[in-house]
């Protein structure tokens, strides 16, 4: 029933750190390509950070040495390190899954960054 899992969300203190994780299920045969997507109120959803199939890695300028996307491919898990968080960076956050000409979508994990 559920194609992707999400994990790793909650509230952290500014500075803090979190590592989000998102499974794909077994039953994706074929991944593209793996990202986060995160969505704060009143503001669009974005691309925060995506690796592609040979490796390649983009990263949203406002996340770029702070913040680290990586996978495994044999359990088709991808995580994201999130480093010296900042209050701007409270959204949820949404795993993606490309596959051909679908995307998954994970359920959307809630991360809070507040003193």
Avoid: H
Avoid at 21 to 47: H, N, V
Avoid at 90 to 99: D, E, F, K, L, P
Wanted: some cysteine; overall charge positive.
């Amino acid at each position: 029933q559920v194609q992707l899992v999400e994990s790793g969300g909650g509230l952290v203190q500014p500075g803090g750190s979190l590592r989000l994780s998102c499974a794909a299920s077994r039953t994706i045969f074929r991944i593209d390509a793996m990202g986060w997507y995160r969505q704060a109120p009143g503001k669009q959803r974005e691309l925060v950070a995506s690796i592609e199939s040979a490796g390649s890695t983009n990263y949203a300028d406002s996340v770029k040495g702070r913040f680290t996307i990586s996978r495994d491919n044999a359990k088709k898990t991808v995580y994201m390190q999130m480093n010296s968080l900042k209050a701007e960076d409270t959204a949820v956050y949404y795993c993606n899954v490309r596959s051909g000409n679908y995307d998954y979508w994970g359920q959307g994990t809630q991360v809070t960054v507040s003193s």
